[in-house]
């Protein structure tokens, strides 16, 4: 029966309150973790033996970077949940997380540009991770693209399900390939492999704004559910009572 | 009147099932679309043409230096032959699903996903398999050697087949969409960089003087994980359109 009392917040009814008073907490909670990793990372962090202060774009770019690939995993997952179960509200949270994905992908691509330019001399290269990110924010631009040019909400969720489904098989491709095709920038700073090659206080600063990021997306999504789902149920009783 | 109408098609018909039940779904939809395709040839010179242009724009564009240009063959070669795909791609279920023909498909009797299948190969053999022909030949004009050349038909040859794949997917999805044909690119070209990566990375790799096998293999890998998933997800994709 427990299981079942979970299930309730799949009704938009009970879940469009329940997102409300979470979405506070969130955005409280990655402020105070955006605060606590800048301070660490503009702070408290070693000047860099070979990149000097300019590396410190680091804390915002890894961190970015992290959380345009992480969420179209979850993407994917709530699109996946959403065919599988027809679910609306999983459908509805995919279209939620994907323009949060977007910005981190472009986020990355930005910092990325700022920090290539002092470091390589160059705003852009034909980098293997560059140019994954780069696919990475087309395939997050056509998943958005294919919703808004589809008006019926049901097919629009199912269509996008469907896309982010294939995209999300196909990013480790991408990734490989273009990996295999030009690598000229640094190897990963954090690997699960070998103990990362940095200072402690470094990889802490990185940690908690990759949390940082994590729950801001986590409140940006919530909060742009409700509205999917204020828009969609606009014909409902508990709509009408939720806007009065 | 109406009796010679149903004696003059029921022997169509029958024979037509006769041909289902012998050769199965996936050869009726390829014996089909064959048959259409060959009805509306100027369709597929089209796309040919298409491709020969696009190619013949990048020198224009670039400037004539041989040395250059043979640097530019393979990846200006496959680049167009992917933009020639993508051409062809709204038209693989467009007139089927407007005069109902695809909802047929989907509610008879046997597999919708051969069927789909049978579409897809078609598709490859009108749109695809005249570029790997016609790729030596432009090709020449890029000044690339005999060995480069064969690498490059091999490349194709495997590669076309995988854009026909996926690109399906991107046209079921955007079946009676808004904006298809720009949307359509949007989606699949991402989709289509594992393989421009691999195609024309085998024909540099042979200018090399490396082993072009590496990037041959991995180009059939994705073609045999493209042959098993696209046309279920293809499938999947036009019944959503059709709900």
Known sequence: ?244 | MSALVEGATVPAAAARAGAARTHGPLFVALRRDLLLAARHRSEVFTALSFFVVVTSLFPLGIGPEPELLRRIGPGALWVAALLATLLGLPRLFASDHADGTLEQMALAPRSFALQVAGKMAAHWLVCGLPLVLMAPLLGLQFGLDADALGVLVVSLLVGTPLLSLIGAIGAALTLGVRGGGALLALLVLPLYVPALVFGSGAVEAQAAGLSVRAHLSILGAMLVLALCFAPWATTAALRIAME
Not at chain 1, 2 to 8: G, I, M, Q, Y
Not at chain 1, 160 to 168: F, S, Y
Request: charged content about 10%; hydrophobic content about 60%; glycine content about 6%.
């Open chain 1, 1 to 244: 029966m427990k299981s079942l009392r979970a299930f309730r917040f799949a009704s938009p009814a009970t879940f469009y309150p329940l997102a409300g008073r979470l979405q506070p907490l969130f955005a409280a909670l990655a402020l105070v973790l955006a605060a606590a990793g800048l301070w660490l990372g503009f702070f408290v962090a070693p000047t860099d033996a070979q990149q000097g202060e300019g590396y410190r774009i680091i804390f915002v770019h890894v961190a970015a970077s992290w959380m345009a690939m992480f969420l179209y995993c979850v993407m994917a997952f709530w699109a996946g949940v959403g065919l599988a179960f027809h679910v609306r509200l999983a459908a509805m949270m995919a279209s939620a997380v994907a323009p949060t994905g977007a910005m981190f992908a472009l986020l990355s691509l930005l910092t990325g540009a700022l920090w290539g330019k002092p470091m390589w001399g160059t705003w852009w290269v034909w980098d293997a991770r560059l140019t994954s990110t780069l696919v990475l924010f087309m395939l997050y631009l056509g998943f958005m693209a294919l919703q808004a040019a589809i008006d019926d909400p049901r097919r629009s969720d199912k269509a996008g399900a469907l896309l982010a489904l294939v995209g999300v098989v196909n990013v480790p491709i991408i990734y490989f390939s273009v990996r295999w095709w030009n690598t000229l920038h640094q190897g990963a700073t954090v690997s699960l492999t070998k103990s990362p090659s940095m200072a402690q206080t470094m990889l802490w600063g990185m940690l908690l704004m990759a949390l940082a990021f994590w729950m801001y997306a986590i409140a940006a999504s919530l909060g742009r559910v409700r509205n999917i789902l204020l828009e969609r149920e606009a014909h409902t009783d508990w709509v009408r009572h939720a806007v009065a």
